[in-house]
Every structure is written in structure tokens, then in C-alpha cells.
């Protein structure tokens, strides 16, 4: 059975950091890319970064470049997202989910198999 633990979201001032984390079982990240998506309200749900371990591949969307670091540690079957300079704009339910990398769409919410729960991330002005 597939699962998807994240944590870590919160509150937080415009400019601070959080680091989301997210457990995984039940699929390898041989053939299964992972990634973070957000969804804030009245908003389509966008990927945020993505990570597939077959090519080594990270992307991150435009808006997070530069701020937002994904991670993973593959002995612990867990990824990170390390947040940094944290603008309002972030705010948003956050979450991790996983699909087939050799047949779904990289990085679109079309394409997930998978969902975890979200974790909720709230920066304040």
C-alpha cells in the first residue's frame, strides 16, 4: 500500500523558513517520481518542485526558484522541501504525491497516482 506522510508546515512571518517533510512507502523512486505541489484557495493545484531519481532530474516552478531546496534521503525513503524567504504568496495547503515516471506527465497534478495529505503553510505579512 502506498502512503504519504508530510509534515512540517505552520505558521510563519513574511521572510522566515519551514521545512516540509514527507514519509513514503510502498513504491520504490526507481520508478516513481515525488514531488510537492500546493493548492491555495481559489487556485489550481500547482507542482512545486519534483524529483525523479531515474535521470536525477529536480524542477522547481518559477515562482520558488531560488528560495524553496528539495531534498530526499533515500535510506529513509523521505524528501524534503526546505522553504527559505518565505513570501505570502506561499501560502497554501502543501503536498506530496508520487506517480509513474515512465507513463505520467513530470511534475502536473493530472499526472499523480499518488496523494498525500496536505500540510497547511501559512506566512504572514
Not at 517520481?33 to 536525477?56: H, N, T
Request: charged residues 15%; aromatic residues 14%; proline residues 2%.
Amino acid at each position: 500500500e502506498v502512503q504519504l506522510q508530510a509534515s512540517g508546515g505552520g505558521l510563519v512571518q513574511a521572510g522566515g523558513s519551514l521545512r516540509l517533510s514527507c514519509a513514503a512507502s510502498g513504491f520504490g523512486f526507481d520508478d516513481y517520481a515525488i514531488g510537492w505541489f500546493r493548492q491555495a484557495p481559489g487556485k489550481e493545484r500547482e507542482g512545486v518542485s519534483c524529483f525523479a531519481q531515474r535521470d536525477g532530474v529536480i524542477n522547481y516552478a518559477d515562482s520558488v526558484k531560488g528560495r524553496f531546496t528539495f531534498s530526499s534521503d533515500g535510506a529513509k525513503n523521505t524528501v524534503y522541501l526546505q522553504m527559505n524567504s518565505l513570501k505570502p504568496e506561499d501560502t497554501a495547503v502543501y503536498y506530496c504525491a508520487a506517480w509513474n515516471y515512465l507513463t505520467n506527465a513530470f511534475c502536473s497534478h493530472y499526472g499523480v497516482d499518488y496523494w498525500g495529505k496536505g500540510t497547511q503553510v501559512t506566512v504572514s505579512s
